[in-house]
């Protein structure tokens, strides 16, 4: 089958780093992607991963390892706008559909 | 500003109603897509389109079907309208890019109860 892994729920301290895991199984892959998610509101893209290593916008990073099926992403200088669910997604194909991982929710205590 | 508008954002529909769920993108994308999003689920794909009048399944079409008459427009139609069916629905659209680069952008959802 095909499914992406990442933890339900994570929580960290305002001002610190947290890095949400994401590992996958798809028949196809083409790139991961990330997603953020406030409560009631839509998905919004982060980043996206073709290759192996590590993209950085801003105060995120995201990586990818293709040979492990293996990305994160990591946030630094943590605010409290950043509580959110974060999605993991799989391109699997030349068609532009994603894969999604059931999120992370990321609490952050002041 | 790109836009992706959904017709409503609650809708509360009876048992075996036929429901029509209505999404607009400004940004003359190719692709669309509807999603329903349930809590531990994440998103899953119930169907896409890369054209007008074409379409593809996703991962769960069953008691789904979709109409993209114009490039901007891409309907989600409940057929007969089901309890298991309430959930949060997302419309998203994307233009084909380097391959694997798919940026979304989605609509403001709307969320669905069947009594």
């Known amino acids: 089958g095909q499914s992406l892994e990442q933890p339900s729920e994570v929580t960290a301290v305002e001002g610190a780093i947290v890095q949400i895991n994401c590992t996958y199984q798809?028949?196809?892959?083409?790139?991961l992607s990330w997603y953020q998610q406030h409560d009631g509101g839509a998905p919004t893209f982060l980043s996206y991963n073709g290759l192996d290593g590590l993209e950085e916008t801003g105060r995120f990073s995201s990586f990818l390892s293709r040979s492990d099926s293996y990305g994160y992403l990591l946030l630094q200088e943590l605010q409290m706008k950043d509580s959110a669910s974060y999605f993991c997604a799989v391109n699997r194909g030349s068609n532009y559909q994603l894969i999604w991982g059931a999120g992370t929710k990321l609490i952050i205590k002041p | 500003d790109v836009k992706v508008t959904q017709s409503s954002r609650y809708l509360v529909k009876r048992t075996g109603e036929k429901v029509f769920l209505e999404c607009v993108q400004d940004m003359d994308h190719e692709n669309m897509f509807w999603y329903r999003q349930d809590p531990g689920l994440g998103l899953r794909l119930i169907y896409f389109?890369?054209?007008?009048?074409?379409?593809e399944k996703g991962d769960i079409p069953e008691g789904y079907s979709v109409s993209r008459e114009k490039k901007e427009r891409f309907s989600l139609i409940l057929e007969s309208a089901s309890t298991n069916q309430t959930s949060m629905y997302l419309c998203?659209?994307?233009?084909?890019?380097?391959?694997?680069?798919?940026?979304?952008?989605f609509g403001p959802g709307t969320r669905l109860t069947v009594l």
């Open positions: 998203a659209s994307s233009s084909p890019g380097l391959a694997g680069y798919n940026e979304q952008f």
């Open positions: 389109s890369y054209d007008v009048k074409m379409k």
């Open positions: 798809t028949s196809g892959f083409y790139g």
